[in-house]
């Protein structure tokens, strides 16, 4: 199916796990965005990445990291989880920087670290 | 530093009539402003973009101006609708990624 997804859906995991969320888009879209939105924060970029083996840290990027192997892929990583990492994280791309078009959202992730 | 402010975080109103959503900026120059709706369990939809030199866009109910100089932008939905209850986000962007506001969640009541 065309669009982007995100896996999983739900996830619980311990503080201290590594613990891998994955993003997929079909349409080549040269960038991609990680958010995690948090009440009292609203939506705050975590990375993002312009093309292919290149990334840019965003807001909030301590205690993440991210690859880009693919086009379609952007996975991110929590290498240790911590009870603050605790959020609903969100996958966007789109074909630009997404200043001046708009961004393509999945449907989340929602991770809690106990 | 840059901040964004959705005038309240929650806004009731009468099924028809007119909701008036608004965004504050402060210490900032946007070159574009976007404005997105999410609804409860899923990811924002993209609603409308508004660039510095435009001062109102339209789509169907939707109304969005842009006030470069109050920094300010006003998102109206006319004739609104139960189905319009959700939280509406806005977004500006210069030569920087997208940053959000905290959303207003709107409900309108039948």
């Known amino acids: 199916d065309a669009g982007i997804t995100q896996s999983p859906r739900y996830k619980i995991t311990e503080t201290g796990r590594q613990v891998t969320l994955m993003c997929h888009q079909t349409?080549?879209?040269?960038?991609m965005f990680w958010y995690r939105q948090d009440l009292g924060h609203g939506l705050r970029l975590i990375y993002y990445?312009?093309?292919?083996?290149?990334?840019d840290k965003g807001e909030v990027p301590d205690g993440y990291v991210v690859s880009r192997s693919k086009t379609e892929n952007f996975p991110l990583t929590l290498e240790s989880a911590t009870r603050s990492q605790t959020s609903v994280y969100f996958c966007?791309?789109?074909?630009?920087?997404?200043?001046?078009?708009?961004?393509?959202f999945g449907p989340g992730t929602r991770l809690t670290v106990t | 530093s840059q901040k964004i402010e959705q005038n309240s975080e929650a806004l009731n109103i009468q099924e028809g009539k007119t909701a008036t959503l608004t965004c504050n900026y402060t210490?900032?120059?946007?070159?574009?402003l976007q404005w997105y709706r999410q609804d409860p369990g899923r990811g924002p939809v993209f609603l409308l973009l508004?660039?510095?030199?435009?001062k109102e866009k339209r789509k169907e109910r939707l109304k969005v101006t842009f006030d470069t100089t109050l920094k300010q932008s006003l998102f109206h939905i006319t004739a609104s609708q139960p189905a319009d209850s959700a939280t509406y986000l806005c977004?500006?962007?210069?030569?920087?990624?997208?940053?959000f506001g905290k959303g207003t969640r709107l409900s309108v009541i039948a």
């Open positions: 966007a791309s789109s074909p630009t920087s997404g200043s001046d078009y708009e961004q393509y």
């Open positions: 990445s312009a093309a292919a083996d290149i990334t």
């Open positions: 508004i660039r510095e030199n435009e």
């Open positions: 977004a500006l962007s210069g030569n920087t990624p997208l940053v």
């Open positions: 210490n900032y120059s946007p070159a574009y």
């Open positions: 349409w080549s879209h040269s960038y």
